[in-house]
T-cell receptor
Framework: GNSVTQMEGPVTLSEEAFLTINCTYTATGYPSLFWYVQYPGEGLQLLLKATKADDKGSNKGFEATYRKETTSFHLEKGSVQVSDSAVYFCALSGRYQKVTFGIGTKLQVIP | DAGVTQSPTHLIKTRGQHVTLRCSPISGHKSVSWYQQVLGQGPQFIFQYYEKEERGRGNFPDRFSARQFPNYSSELNVNALLLGDSALYLC??????????????FGPGTRLTVL
């Protein structure tokens, strides 16, 4: 079956530091890949997505590239802010639009 | 436009009781999915409904059931509640046009606590 593996947190960074959260996947066919963000006490918000190999999703300074050869979709941001503190979920969409999520990576950005 | 809405926001029940959670999708969206998120974990897929028919089901017991109404809103029902059913229940909607490229938009969730 489909699965998503992402680095476990928590990740603690200073403001303006570079962020990388690793994500790899196992899937049949050609899934779409997503990063969702969950702020404390809230539901999930779509951060970015990519629907085919070599696509780059980007939003609010975050980027991730769909790498079929390495089955990866790593999340990056050049300069994090305190407001980026949240839990980040890597996910893929398979049959019947079933979204399979990773365990989530908690990011804490300190001033 | 309004996003996905869910009710109630919070709910406290005791073991053995029954609960009904409600979801209204984004206008124009015909697909609704339900997820369970236990504290500290990623959401787990429960059901997907499209045009009032169940299209997919996750690895959950028969105590969990759902339905979708003609206006595309949906209910999730859980019978004989167990302590382990305590979780955040998330509803997501999408256009339903494509299995793999559609984006699901999530509601704020219903926090269920079973005592």
């Amino acid at each position: 079956g489909n699965s998503v593996t992402q680095m476990e947190g928590p990740v603690t960074l200073s403001e303006e530091a570079f962020l990388t959260i690793n994500c790899t996947y196992t899937a049949t066919g050609y899934p779409s890949l997503f990063w969702y963000v969950q702020y404390p006490g809230e539901g999930l918000q779509l951060l970015l997505k990519a629907t085919k190999a070599d696509d780059k999703g980007s939003n609010k300074g975050f980027e991730a590239t769909y790498r079929k050869e390495t089955t990866s979709f790593h999340l990056e941001k050049g300069s994090v802010q305190v407001s980026d503190s949240a839990v980040y979920f890597c996910a893929l969409s398979g049959r019947y639009q079933k979204v399979t999520f990773g365990i989530g990576t908690k990011l804490q950005v300190i001033p | 436009d309004a996003g996905v809405t869910q009710s109630p926001t919070h709910l406290i029940k005791t073991r053995g009781q029954h609960v009904t959670l409600r979801c209204s999708p984004i206008s124009g969206h015909k697909s609704v999915s339900w997820y369970q998120q236990v504290l500290g974990q990623g959401p787990q897929f429960i059901f997907q409904y499209y045009e009032k028919e169940e299209r997919g089901r996750g690895n959950f017991p028969d105590r969990f059931s759902a339905r979708q109404f003609p206006n595309y809103s949906s209910e999730l029902n859980v019978n004989a509640l167990l302590l382990g059913d305590s979780a955040l229940y998330l509803c997501a909607s999408s256009l339903g046009l494509s299995e793999s490229t559609d984006t699901q938009y999530f509601g704020p969730g219903t926090r269920l606590t079973v005592l």
